[in-house]
């Protein structure tokens, strides 16, 4: 037992301190990479289905997520890169907490090649929906011109009182 005060609690209460955040700043990644999957899942479903509202909705939703994701990523990383704090945790902490981090970023590369999909998928839908529209447009202004009736009067035609 150490006794309070002493370089070695000292030592001690810092790396405990330590992995408390570490264990901290992980779950909460964790917790986020999980919120952010499910709702990937809700978009890639809406997207499929084509509900528009329904994936800006979800859009709005993820955003925060993404946020808070960066957010905790950097102190994550700022963890990391600082040697004491490596040194006070220890090795055995450290490859064990890289682990977690290493399954985080397979989960989020995962994501982002679905993201990437339903990215093309939208895109794909748009570039439809344009050419209908288009095609629409070129379809009313030939009737237009093809019609027996003309929409506007002919000046030719008007007697003097217009």
Request: net charge negative.
């Amino acid at each position: 037992m150490t006794t309070p005060g002493t370089p070695h609690s000292d030592a001690q209460d810092r790396a405990d301190l330590l992995a408390a955040r570490l264990e901290a700043l992980l779950a909460e990644t964790g917790s986020l990479v999980d919120q952010l999957e499910a709702v990937g899942d809700q978009q890639h479903h809406a997207i499929e289905s084509g509900q528009v509202r329904q994936i800006v909705e979800i859009v709005e939703t993820r955003e925060p997520l993404v946020r808070s994701l960066v957010r905790v990523g950097e102190e994550l990383n700022a963890f990391i890169e600082d040697r004491d704090a490596r040194t006070a945790l220890g090795d055995e902490i450290m490859e064990r907490a890289l682990r977690r981090i290493a399954i985080y970023e397979h989960t989020m590369k995962r994501l982002r090649e679905r993201d990437a999909q339903d990215q093309q998928c939208m895109e794909q839908a748009r570039d439809q929906i344009a050419s209908q529209l288009a095609g629409m447009g070129s379809g009313k202004h030939a009737l237009r011109a093809y019609s027996t009736r003309s929409q506007t009067p002919n000046p030719i035609m008007q007697d003097r009182r217009g």
